[in-house]
């Protein structure tokens, strides 16, 4: 069955450093997101892409957040200059067609992210 | 706005018994909702979702929910809990006016043997 891959899954970085999380989203797949779950909190939206183009953003995702999809197969998430408060789970997610006409969102693994 | 609400931060239950995780719902328009397992150092894996047609709903590892309209619902069942069903389990509605996914502070099941 066709899996969603993050890489690395753990990644230790120092604040005020640049930090790129990897995803391959399911290769027939069209639309990517990003969400991320800080340390015993709710999984939390942060930005979705398609068509080569950002379709939504959430508050978090500020002018130090990017997203890129530079190959046709990888889709990255930037961080610019890592805060203390960046350190969570990243997840990835791709679906073919949007969740609201009936497909659902299918997740990676999961980049843990700690900044020091 | 959108949300879910999962009022059970823990539901502890027997092997072989049946579970039920509970999840509400707040939408203005007709409700897509989603139940989602979390194990340790794993992604979110799908389970079930709820569009539209029959109120209950069958998913993956036997699991099946039950969408209740009316008490604004969509609690997450098993007739018989299974050890291996130990994990995190969150509950999401999509957000109407656009794809994203609005989720749940998830319930950790923990079934004993």
């Known amino acids: 069955e066709p899996e969603v891959t993050q890489t690395p899954s753990h990644q230790v970085t120092q604040m005020g450093q640049e930090v790129i999380l990897r995803c391959v989203p399911i290769?027939?797949?069209?639309?990517f997101y990003w969400y991320r779950q800080i340390l015993g909190q709710k999984v939390e939206f942060l930005v979705s892409?398609?068509?080569?183009?950002?379709?939504?953003k959430s508050e978090i995702f500020d002018d130090q957040f990017s997203v890129e999809r530079p190959d046709g197969s990888n889709f990255t998430l930037k961080i610019r200059s890592t805060k203390l408060e960046d350190s969570a789970m990243y997840f990835c997610a791709s679906s073919d067609l949007p969740a609201g006409l009936s497909y659902e969102q299918y997740f990676g693994p999961g980049t843990r992210l700690t900044v020091t | 706005a959108q949300s879910v609400a999962q009022p059970e931060d823990q539901v502890n239950v027997a092997e072989g018994n049946p579970l039920t995780v509970k999840c509400t719902y707040s939408v203005s328009g007709n409700p897509y909702l989603f139940w989602y397992v979390q194990y340790p150092n794993r992604g979110l894996q799908f389970l079930l979702k709820y569009i539209t047609g029959d109120n209950l709903v069958k998913g993956s590892y036997g699991f099946e929910a039950e969408f209740n309209k009316s008490q604004t619902s969509f609690h997450l069942k098993k007739p018989s809990a299974l050890v291996s069903d130990s994990a995190l389990y969150f509950c999401?509605?999509?957000?109407?006016?656009?794809?994203?996914?609005?989720f749940g502070t998830g319930t950790r099941l923990q079934v004993f043997p």
């Open positions: 290769s027939n797949h069209l639309y």
């Open positions: 892409f398609y068509n080569n183009e950002i379709s939504e």
């Open positions: 999401a509605v999509r957000d109407e006016d656009t794809d994203k996914l609005i």
